[in-house]
């Protein structure tokens, strides 16, 4: 189950296939787009190039739940959803400041904790306010 056949993106970019091996049989795997991007923070803009790194950085996750899955379904071709990622990952979810939020992304928050968390490390008040005034 270690050999995978070429990836390939769907032509409305919605969904990659790929083939693994399972019990020496070939089985066509298909994860949605949208997992990668809750998942693996695939951009929602990104093209095919990027799409594959991202996919290909993954596998070996990936192809752990597509064989889990394989375990308890066995079939030719499967579908993996992000209700396949969710059970036990919630620690490798993306986290929430930089998530989309009306189509522009919310990175402000988590700015915020990053100032203070160093504010809180930095030992000089002079320094401190030298490096809040070069963030804001």
Known sequence: MHAPFEPTISADKRHLTFVILSRGEPVTCVVSRATLEAYFWLAPNANDA???????????????????????????????????????????????????????IKWDTGRR????????????????????????
């Not at 375990?71 to 990952?89: C, M, N, V, Y």
């Not at 203070?116 to 804001?136: E, F, P």
């Open 113 to 136: 904790r990053l100032v203070a968390l160093l504010m809180r490390t930095v030992s000089s008040s002079d320094c401190g306010a030298s490096l809040a005034s070069n963030v804001g």
């Open 50 to 104: 990027w799409t594959l790194k991202v996919f290909i950085d993954g596998f070996r996750r990936i192809r752990a739940i597509a064989e889990r899955k394989l375990l308890t379904r066995p079939s030719k071709q499967i579908e993996l959803s992000a209700a396949d990622f969710a059970k036990g990952s919630a620690r490798r979810s993306r986290p929430s400041a930089g998530r989309a939020v009306g189509g522009a």
